[in-house]
């Protein structure tokens, strides 16, 4: 029971280091995105495609997250990611 408990906990943190390492991809992409914008005079935020991101996650979702859940994951994260990078 032990060593199930303790690979449980192993892969939880595996997990959460994934999640970490995927959140600061997320920003080095993004900071490439808004140089690439700024330099074609575009805004940095789009609505639209902030919508169509969350659809197109919403599409992909097989749960246990529910939709509320991820609605708010993701608004979390744009708003981690406008905050991170000053927007």
Avoid: C, Y
């Amino acid at each position: 029971m032990s060593e199930q408990f303790d690979e449980i906990r192993r892969q939880i943190t595996a997990n959460g280091e994934a999640i970490v390492a995927a959140v600061n991809h997320r920003l080095e992409l993004v900071i490439a995105l808004w140089k690439l914008k700024a330099e074609l005079g575009l805004d940095t935020v789009d609505p639209d495609r902030e919508r169509r991101l969350r659809e197109k996650l919403a599409g992909t979702n097989a749960g246990p997250l529910s939709a509320e859940g991820l609605d708010r994951l993701v608004t979390d994260l744009l708003d981690l990611t406008k905050r991170e990078l000053g927007a």
